[in-house]
């Protein structure tokens, strides 16, 4: 049974709606955040949990930066800002810190880490977003996002979606390696700076990048039997 409960929240520009989504497949409800009156053709953000980058602070993600950016974009007109507990890309947590963990001994992308882990690397679903949207009685939304898998997301759920990125300032070299692999692995638009297209290119022909790429290539191979080993199997 989908339950859904509504309530005023305050912060310091002033009062807002809470929307709970319950009843979904999701570990915890979905929550939708509803600011102003927002109609057909508003703008939306769907937030996916991020413990390191929302509440740690890493500069290994852009999670934070795009929450803080949204939620300044919606503030200025009428929206909605939902929010999934879908860390880890939908893996969860635990799933994501063996993947950090592997990217760290190994030098790999959060991508490769998860391929090694035999996990897929989006299990997301955005079934809870539509149902809220439609509560809210939007069937058109006008989407804050870089991820084209979103779009599709909310697409097959029946609402017509525009879309809006979010433009980056120029990201550090944590921050950079995270968007060069959301580029290469899922599309990810980089709606970006010129100074930053410039340091994409720098960056992918740096000698740091080429290693990383090397270890997802070895990675991606699996291990390697030594010498002595193959000698004794043969």
């Known amino acids: ?25 999701l570990p915890t409800p979905a929550c939708a955040a509803v600011f102003g009156d927002p109609q057909d053709g508003c703008l939306v953000r769907i937030q996916s949990r991020c413990l390191y980058g929302e509440i740690f602070g890493s500069v290994n993600c852009d999670c934070r930066y795009q929450l803080d950016k949204s939620i300044e974009a919606i503030k200025q007109h009428s929206g909605v800002l939902i929010y999934l507990d879908q860390e880890g890309r939908g893996a969860g947590l635990l799933t994501k810190a063996r993947g950090y963990r592997i990217c760290q001994d190994t030098g790999v992308d959060t991508f490769a880490a998860y391929a090694a882990l035999e996990c897929k690397a989006d299990s997301r679903s955005y079934a809870d977003a539509v149902a809220l949207l439609k509560q809210l009685g939007l ?15 909310l697409d097959v759920g029946g609402l017509k979606v525009r879309h809006r990125p ?16 959301k580029r290469d692995n899922q599309e990810h638009m980089l709606s970006v700076a010129a100074r930053l297209r410039w340091r994409v290119i720098r960056f992918a022909g740096s000698r740091w990048f080429s290693r990383r790429r090397a270890a997802l290539r070895k990675a991606a191979a699996g291990p390697t039997q030594p010498a002595s080993a193959e000698k004794a199997a043969a």
């Open 1 to 25: 049974m989908t339950e859904v409960v509504e309530h005023r929240l305050q912060d310091a520009d002033g009062d807002f709606r809470i929307v709970v989504l319950d009843g979904s497949e």
């Open 139 to 153: 069937r058109e939304i006008t989407l804050l996002t870089n991820n084209p898998g979103k779009l599709a997301g």
């Open 166 to 181: 979010l433009v980056m300032p120029e990201p550090g070299a944590h921050t950079l390696a995270y968007l060069v692999a």
